[in-house]
C-alpha cells in the first residue's frame, strides 16, 4: 500500500491546528493553569526536569532547571 505523503501531511497539519483552536477555547491567550505533577533528575549535575500539566485542557509542559 502506497501511502501519498503530501496528504499524510496534510491531515497531520489539519490536527494540529484544530487541536491548538480547542486549547484556545479552554485556556484563551495561553492563561494555562500548571500544577506540578512530577520530576526527574537528569545528571549527576543535579539538573532537574520539572514536568507541569494544567488544570484545565490537559497540556503537559516541561521545564528544566
Known amino acids: 500500500m502506497w501511502i501519498n505523503r503530501t496528504k499524510y501531511e496534510v491531515e497531520k ?3 494540529r491546528q ?3 483552536y480547542l486549547e484556545n ?3 484563551p491567550c495561553e492563561s494555562h493553569d500548571y500544577v ?3 520530576y526527574e533528575i537528569i545528571d549527576e549535575h543535579s539538573t532537574v526536569k ?3 500539566r494544567c488544570k484545565k485542557c490537559g497540556k ?3 521545564e528544566l532547571s
Open 13 to 15: 497539519l489539519k490536527y
Open 60 to 62: 503537559l509542559h516541561d
Open 25 to 27: 477555547l479552554i485556556c
Open 18 to 20: 484544530r487541536i491548538s
Open 36 to 38: 506540578e505533577i512530577d
Open 50 to 52: 520539572h514536568i507541569f
